[in-house]
């Protein structure tokens, strides 16, 4: 004998009208009891939803929901699931298509004590001409326009009087977007412009570290002992000059003598980098500066190895060009490194590093005096794997060096909602749900330098050139997945960031004062070239003392 029932129905109600430039719309499904009843056992059901239009037919994938054992009371909504329904060509030509669950599936056959029904009845979806089918608007303010679209549409079909005040607001902005003659200023501040500048400042913060680390490994194979400290560097370079050239230059084994050795070593590094990005199609342009402190300790095996630890600390701020916002990244990393010196002149070092980053980022929605800003704080990790060989040819006072370097850097930026800055302003409503993102560069450089060490009194004077080509393995460009949080269909909408350039050239000179006692000071001056639209200048200043 059967003593309940659950029905298997839309909630929310499919939108009755989507946007002719929207994708897809996401539906929801649940199971609700219809009466009092108590089970024993755990059912699952498969529900397929079809879509109709012209004739043409489209089905979904299923989605399952599920009545577990347990007690319920009328009204009860037990489970609920998600399909999403792909909006094609013949639907938009047709206007419109009906959707409805076509079939069930049922695990337990009916013998889960209660009967089970589904709503069987049509609904039309309307598909018109909507914000995103405006003449004159970018692929990206197209995207965006057909999300505020669909969600306005379905915020629309509740009264106003039941809506959130963020919804109402949120449905204001669809009416404003509606209303102006250029609505792709408005597009533009609704757009997580700032989250392509999230990846490209994970990336910065942990190149960073790799080039501190490197500054470092540079001295270990120059045969710096003991406790070094860096001054200030900018985009740290690291390459210094062989300890076999210091002797040639002083004459002998006067190598020996003026450079001391101890197995234990430590260091601090200090640098910074700036850049500067024109904006695209895809993404806005921006100035950078970042900022680096690493601090590691490491021990000489051998004359030949040594390996250390280190952590480290970046500061990197971007900030987005017409006051569009901007992305603050503070970073934490742990660093294991070492090298090690091969027969006939060459070496190969290595570097892994782990981190983990907290950014705060602004988007500005409206700049006028009740201006609205969506600020989040997301947490990320990332990773890196540097491997780098040489070959340096000495001949007298001249060094000559091959280089050749491999990078791989990951970075993961957590989920996260955006909040608004000022909630009794308008704007409450246009906040956004992001995608996590993972950002991957995978580089390879050849490079060539030429050192000359000249001695005098109080000691030598080396003077450094480098010129190196790098190239970028990465994926093309980045998919970055949003959604409006007042949105009740949940329907996302996707933006693209550029690709990555592949080859540009690192050119680069610098002075370095090696005196006794492993004293050093130097300068080092390098310049990315060919990057389009990019602009990246390094300058590393800096002091060591040894002991």
């Known amino acids: 004998m059967v003593h309940g029932s659950v029905l298997i129905t839309f909630n929310p109600e499919p939108p009755a009208r989507v946007s002719a430039s929207a994708g897809s719309v996401g539906l929801t499904i649940v199971v609700q009891a219809q009466s009092t009843f108590e089970t024993g056992l755990d059912c699952a059901f498969g529900i397929f939803v079809a879509a109709d239009a012209a004739g043409q037919a489209q089905e979904s994938d299923d989605t399952t929901v599920v009545v577990p054992a347990g007690t319920y009371g009328p009204g009860d909504t037990i489970d609920s ?20 669950i076509s079939d069930f599936t049922d695990s337990c056959g009916g013998d889960g004590g209660y009967q089970v029904e589904a709503d069987f009845e049509p609904r039309f979806v309307a598909i018109s001409q909507g914000l995103g089918d405006r003449e004159g608007l970018t692929d990206r303010q197209r995207r965006v326009a057909g999300a505020l679209d669909n969600a306005c549409a379905a915020l629309q079909e509740i009264p106003e009087d039941e809506r959130t005040p963020r919804q109402n607001d949120l449905v204001t902005i669809c009416d404003a977007a ?28 942990m190149r960073q ?27 740290l370079h690291g390459e210094q000059l062989p300890v076999r050239l210091i002797g040639n230059a002083l004459g002998g084994g006067a190598g020996d003598d003026f450079l001391a050795f101890s197995r234990w070593g430590l260091f601090v590094n200090g640098s910074a980098s700036f850049g500067s990005r024109e904006r695209t199609d895809n993404e806005p342009g921006f100035r950078s500066k970042s900022f680096g402190l690493t601090a590691g300790i490491d021990y000489r095996f051998t004359p030949e190895t040594v390996a250390g630890v280190a952590l480290g600390l970046t500061r990197t701020d ?35 590093t782990i981190g983990y980053n907290r950014y705060d980022t602004v ?3 409206f700049s006028d005096p009740n201006g609205q800003n969506a600020r989040a704080s997301p947490r990320g990790t990332e990773y890196a794997l540097g491997l780098n060989a040489g070959y340096d040819h000495a001949s007298g006072p ?26 009794n302003n308008p704007g409450t409503g246009a906040m956004l749900a992001i995608d996590s993102q993972s950002i991957e560069s995978k580089t390879a450089e050849a490079a060539v330098q030429l050192t000359y060490a000249a001695s005098h009194p109080w000691g030598v004077m080396l003077y450094t050139g480098r010129w190196g080509v790098e190239r970028e ?75």
């Open 398 to 423: 001249w060094t000559a060096s091959l280089q050749a370097g491999l990078d791989y850097v990951r970075v993961e930026i957590d989920s996260y909602t955006e909040r608004p800055s000022n909630p």
């Open 81 to 100: 699931g998600s399909i999403t329904i792909n909006i094609n060509d013949t639907f938009r030509e047709a206007e419109g298509f009906s959707v409805g």
């Open 318 to 352: 971007s900030d987005l060009r017409a006051n569009a916002g901007g992305v603050d990244v503070d970073g934490y990393s742990l660093s294991l490194y070492g090298t090690h010196f091969l027969p006939n002149a060459f070496y190969v070092d290595g570097i892994v």
């Open 363 to 365: 988007r500005t929605l």
């Open 209 to 235: 570290q790799l080039q501190n680390i490197s500054t470092r490994v540079g001295e270990l194979r120059a045969g710096a002992t003991g406790f070094s400290t860096g001054g200030l560097a900018i985009a």
């Open 473 to 547: 393995f990465s994926h093309d460009s980045r998919r970055i997945n949003a959604r409006f949080v007042e949105d009740p269909t949940g329907s996302t909408f996707a933006l693209r960031t550029d690709a990555p350039d592949r080859i540009y050239v690192n050119i680069g000179a610098g002075i370095t004062a090696q005196m006794a006692r492993g004293r050093a000071a130097y300068v080092f001056f390098e310049s990315v070239e060919g990057i389009s639209g990019y602009s990246l200048y390094h300058l590393d200043l800096g002091f060591r003392m040894e002991f």
């Open 178 to 205: 509606a209303a102006a003659d250029e609505p792709g200023a408005i597009y533009d501040g609704l757009a997580p412009e700032e989250v392509a500048a999230q990846g490209r400042a994970g990336l910065q913060s």
